[in-house]
């Protein structure tokens, strides 16, 4: 029956769809068919699947068929296994535990459900979070004679972290202590307080004694808890779900594609708050310009204007600098730029998170390098090492963004975000922001009389950046002096910053590790810039492995004339150079890490001018680099 009633629902659901494109307003408003989506969780047999059975077989959601296959398995049929209902899966059903996250759907009067059930197992945790995430409402099982685990209070981080804003705490099996009152408000003290001293955001919190077995206040009040005089699990699923109201706070838009056709060019994203109209203005993050909506489409319909949480493209006025991540957004005294924040995040990996590791946080569609650099707070009670935060791990941290993101109020959706492993591009992490730090709040930019603006006018020439980068010993440093001496006769100043030199300064707290590298190119990217902007032609020679610091320093030149040059040598033939003697000391020395020895070098795939130093010798690339320089129109 339940499958049928899907069935039926998604036939209609479509057939409204259409009935509304084909309405004659260009006001597009489909929220009329959103869904309450509800996902239950709880420790390992804390009677989560018997809860949503126990609702189903009470509430008719289920039919003949079905109860009779519920009693064959059942030696008595007066004492059900609800459970039964809902795990789907045979090893569910013979090792009587949820494994994958179990989706149901539920139509109730003129209200539509997705209920989740997701597993309770801690190796299972990052189910349970898939399934929240998805969320607005969550059932919080607490078995009383457990009481409140460290796995209770992992649910409520992750439920706050995801953003859900109602939570109904079911506290079960309170038959097991004859319906005592006193056994429910130590337990609901508990929750109470673990909320309230890790400041989680939720806006609802209700606290219902049960047993899912006996059906006590599951869908209707009981005579056993006498004593009790608020609503029933199933009563405050219906009176949330029809009060749920998704996070209309702010308008903005993560731009995912960039559509250029002839003269058509059209941002594409999924738009998030109260409406967007023709002819509104939005701000664009990070350039800060300010953009006029000319058309809305919805598909292949134009429309006027149209409403939260759709997929939509737009032509706007002056978006010749938008790309795919930017944000656009309308004004809001509350939206504004960070990147040092304060944040709870949950490592869903098995493998341990580092201090000093670059990782990737996504925003929307928007990719941002950045790295912990500091743990303030254990949330799991569990693991209090101070530089770690290992599997299933969720701690309070410091996070330094190398981008600015924009941020709002509390728990807002634009504060959630994703970690990604750069390097082999898993997901290996989730957070919330808690609040800017606001350190750079009171630094405001230095203007120099002389800088990249004029740099032509003072020194008769463009400004520009050379980026050197290859392997230890594909002929980086030599290559780099022999462009500053060409650049020197031409009477252009330039400035070397060479990786052994910078090493010894301004990065001597740098080792070599992925983290410390990446942090190492971040830093002469930073200070490329400062250079680059005093009239000063920057030439960096780096190793620079990762294609996402690359891209990193890149972006911070913009509308300059950047040059990546990729030097190639064969491992073979730099081992034979070893100019420094690193591959010898490396060799002997586990901890330094080289590319060729033990650490990854993603080869560039977007290079200026890619040399191979084998085939070429240090005449034959200089000419190479000229000639690059010169179709660049810098000499």
């Given amino acids: 029956m339940i499958q049928s009633m899907v069935t039926a629902w998604k036939k209609r659901k479509k057939k409204d769809i259409f009935n509304l494109m084909n309405q004659s307003s260009n006001d597009l408003n489909l929220s009329s068919l959103e869904i309450s989506k509800i996902v239950i969780c709880g420790s390992v047999d804390d009677g989560k699947s018997t809860l949503l059975g126990r609702i189903a077989f009470e509430k008719s959601l289920i039919n003949s068929d079905e109860i ?237 204007s149209i409403s939260n949480n759709l997929s939509i493209q737009i032509q706007a006025l002056g978006d010749k600098d938008i790309s795919v991540g930017d944000l656009i957004y309308r004004k809001d005294k509350d939206l504004l730029p960070a990147n040092n924040i304060n944040g709870n995040i949950i490592n869903l990996s098995t493998d341990d998170m580092h201090l000093s590791t670059i990782y990737q946080f996504q925003f929307g569609t928007k990719l941002v390098n950045g790295r912990i650099v500091k743990i303030k707070k254990d949330l799991s009670d569990i693991n209090l090492k101070t530089n770690i935060i290992g599997g299933n791990n969720i701690k309070e941290v410091e996070i330094l963004l190398h981008e600015s993101v924009i941020l709002g109020t509390e728990n807002s959706d634009l504060s959630k975000f994703i970690i990604i492993n750069k390097n082999t591009k898993k997901t290996v992490g989730a957070g919330v922001v808690n609040f800017s730090l606001m350190r750079n709040k009171t630094i405001t930019d230095s203007k120099s009389l002389i800088n990249i603006n004029n740099s032509s006018k003072n020194f008769g020439f463009e400004n520009f950046l050379i980026w050197f980068t290859g392997i230890s010993g594909s002929g980086k440093t030599t290559l780099a002096i022999e462009i500053q001496n060409i650049l020197s006769k031409e009477g252009i100043p330039s400035y070397i910053i060479d990786g052994d030199n910078i090493r010894k300064t301004l990065n001597s707290d740098l080792g070599f590790s992925d983290g410390d590298r990446s942090e190492n190119a971040r830093r002469v990217s930073e200070v490329s810039k400062i250079i680059y902007d005093a009239g000063v032609v920057p030439i960096i020679s780096l190793i620079t492995p990762y294609e996402s610091d690359r891209s990193f320093s890149r972006s911070l030149f913009k509308d300059a004339t950047y040059i990546e040059i990729y030097l190639k040598a064969s491992e073979k033939e730099v081992k034979r150079r070893d100019p420094k003697g690193l591959y010898k000391y490396a060799s002997g020395n586990k901890n330094l890490r080289l590319p060729a020895t033990g650490t990854t070098y993603e080869e560039p795939t977007n290079s200026d001018v890619v040399i191979d130093t084998e085939e070429n010798n240090i005449h034959e690339s200089v000419e190479l680099i000229k000639e690059t320089l010169k179709k660049k129109g810098v000499l």
């Fill in 68 to 304: 009779s296959r519920l009693k064959e398995k059942t030696d008595n049929s007066t004492d059900l296994n609800f459970a039964n209902l809902t795990d789907g899966l045979e090893d569910e059903q013979l090792q009587g535990i949820t494994i994958d996250v179990a989706y149901k759907y539920f139509k109730l009067e003129n209200l539509n459900l997705i209920i989740a059930d997701s597993p309770g197992h801690e190796q299972y945790l990052r189910n349970m979070f898939t399934a929240a995430s998805t969320s607005e409402i969550a059932i919080l099982l607490i078995d009383s004679e457990k009481g409140v685990s460290y796995l209770t209070k992992k649910h409520l981080l992750i439920l706050s972290i995801v953003g859900i804003k109602k939570i109904i705490v079911a506290i079960n099996k309170i038959d097991i202590f004859n319906y005592a009152e006193k056994k429910y408000l130590e337990i609901q003290s508990e929750v109470a307080n673990f909320i309230d001293v890790n400041n989680l955001f939720f806006d609802e919190t209700a606290y219902v004694p049960v047993s899912a077995l006996n059906g006590t206040n599951v869908t209707s009040n009981s005579n056993n808890t006498s004593w009790y005089k608020e609503e029933s699990v199933f009563s405050y699923m219906v009176k949330y779900s029809k009060s749920s109201k998704q996070d209309l706070r702010y308008n903005y838009m993560y731009i995912s594609n960039i559509s250029v056709k002839n003269d058509f060019r059209g941002i594409q994203g999924v738009f998030k708050g109260k409406s967007i109209k023709q002819d509104e203005e939005f701000v664009v993050h990070p350039s800060g310009q300010e953009v006029t909506v000319k058309k809305i489409y919805y598909g292949s319909d134009e429309v006027k």
